[in-house]
């Protein structure tokens, strides 16, 4: 029951702060670059509440990104550190919650600070290494790579790396007329 409870707690806690971190991380770092209508959304599905630039949905917390309709800063400098604030805010957070464990702080939690800090490397690592995800799209430490190594962004897909907020908040219309449309047939039923 302890393992379960654990379970739990990593995936409804530890998880989806972890997840928020990385995505803050995006909306931190391309506030210093001034980026027109940033959005961070957080789940998928219907809209729980919107908030300034956060957007949270009802279900699945590990589906999150980040969006903004454009940005005055278009430099690869500027996308650099777009695509390392993600892994940056984990790293830090991490070292500084190990940090404090290594002092004695948190000892009467050790063990979900370890789980924090387990979460948050996988994430650092998951972002750092360079590579193309199962849907083909290059991960953050790819998109950094390819913009240190050859100077460009790149993107093997047509849709762009970080998608415009206001072509998110339209495509999101789009799917609650639809969930409306099949409940309506479903009561008619």
Not at 16 to 22: A, E, H
Not at 98 to 109: H, K, S, T
Not at 159 to 164: D, V
């Given at each position: 029951m302890k393992d379960l409870l654990g379970l739990v707690i990593s995936a409804f806690i530890i998880l989806?702060?972890?997840?928020?971190?990385?995505e803050a991380g995006y909306f931190i770092a391309s506030g210093l670059f001034g980026v027109k209508n940033p959005r961070l959304t957080v789940g998928?599905?219907?809209?729980f509440f919107k908030f300034w630039f956060l957007d949270v949905r009802k279900y699945y917390h590990v589906y999150s990104w980040f969006s903004f309709d454009s940005i005055?800063?278009?430099?690869?400098f500027a996308y650099i550190c777009i695509y390392s604030g993600p892994i940056l805010i984990n790293l830090f957070v991490a070292v500084v919650i190990?940090?404090?464990?290594?002092?004695?702080?948190?000892?009467?939690?050790k063990t979900f600070w370890n789980r924090f800090i387990f979460y948050a490397?996988?994430?650092v690592l998951f972002d750092a290494v360079p590579m193309i995800t199962v849907n083909g799209k290059p991960n953050n430490g790819m998109v950094i790579y390819e913009l240190l190594r050859y100077g460009k962004r790149v993107d093997y897909n047509k849709?762009?790396?970080?998608?415009?907020t206001t072509e998110v908040e339209k495509e999101y219309q789009e799917e609650?007329?639809?969930?409306?449309?099949?409940?309506?047939?479903?009561q008619k039923k």
């Open positions: 989806p702060v972890v997840i928020f971190l990385r998928s599905g219907p809209r005055k800063s278009k430099s690869n190990n940090a404090l464990l290594a002092n004695g702080y948190f000892e009467e939690y490397f996988y994430y849709e762009p790396m970080i998608p415009g609650i007329k639809v969930i409306e449309q099949v409940k309506e047939k479903v």
